[in-house]
């Protein structure tokens, strides 16, 4: 997911003082109202498009689909986020605090909202270079020529960018970051959130009110993924990681038997932005 000029700064006219010592109150009482989280997909119809879209990639790449669900094959990923490069680390953070502490903040929520189990885990943030592990989403903040180096793969030229592999059961999000300085904006927000969704398992959907939407537009995030949302991926949680298309899965009875596919963890992984 991209970001463009004009939606990025949008917070940065606030005044610096008070983003300084109102944010973080502000932020305190946010998540500590956010607790419980409401369960909005509760009573929500089941949307046979939209959970097509989400889960089965069947936006991206109709006609083509897998028909399995990759959502997480656990509900409780450990984050790790990686602040800089072992050199920089100790002095010039690529993120923010107020960006790390989105991150601590937001993760637990997006868990609950998607898979409908309390988060139980921490977010774990450091300088060290973790390599991917089963059960945990690393989080790195990159420049272009560091993930290049990493993947063999160019990035646009966006000032920033993210990408994230689909329900990698060994999870990678990467956020490029181009050098200069940048605030917490709704825009970095609504970044974050969207590529936690496709750690989680979620593809694109064309909704433009949706988080997962493919060129989202800025200021939807909020309650973080929209009720329907929520419920697509409830559902495909519920089914499982390897779960087919059967319509709704709640109700497929045995005709496509949500299980686990004992191969779905070897295949080459997508990234997305
Ligand atoms: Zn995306």
């Known amino acids: 997911m991209a970001l463009h000029n004009g939606s990025v700064d949008r917070r940065s006219k606030v005044n610096d003082v008070t ?29 046979d498009e939209l959970y097509r879209e989400l889960i089965f990639d069947d936006y991206d790449r109709m006609g083509t689909n897998r028909g399995q669900s990759w959502v997480l094959p656990y509900k409780n990923p450990r984050f790790f986020i990686r602040l800089g490069s072992a050199t920089e680390c ?5 993120l923010s605090w107020r960006e790390l502490h989105y991150w601590r903040a937001v993760v637990p929520i997006v868990a609950e909202q998607l898979t409908g189990t309390p988060y139980l885990e921490r977010v774990r943030a450091g300088c060290e270079d973790r390599q991917p592990e089963y059960g945990w989403v690393i989080v790195r903040y990159v420049t272009p020529a560091e993930y290049s180096s990493e993947t063999g793969e160019q990035w646009g030229g966006d000032q ?23 605030p917490l904006s709704d825009g970095i927000r609504e970044l974050i959130v969207h590529e936690i969704g496709h750690a989680f398992g979620l593809y694109h959907t064309g909704r433009q009110t949706a988080t997962m939407n493919w060129d989202a537009v800025v200021g939807d995030t909020f309650p973080v993924f929209s009720g329907a949302e929520e419920a697509a991926a409830r559902r495909a949680y519920r089914a ?30 997508v990234a997305v932005d």
């Open 160 to 182: 920033i960018d993210a990408r994230a592999l689909i329900g990698d059961t060994h999870g990678q999000v990467w956020i490029r970051w181009n050098g200069s300085h940048r």
């Open 240 to 269: 499982g990681r390897g779960a087919r298309y059967c319509g709704d899965p709640d109700r497929c009875g045995n005709g496509f038997a949500p299980g686990y596919v004992p191969t779905l963890d070897a295949r080459a992984p």
């Open 19 to 47: 983003m300084r010592f109102l944010l973080p109150i502000l932020l305190v009482a946010g998540v500590a109202s956010a607790q419980p989280v409401p369960h909005q997909s509760d009573g929500m119809p089941y949307d």
């Open 90 to 94: 100790a002095h010039n953070w690529r």
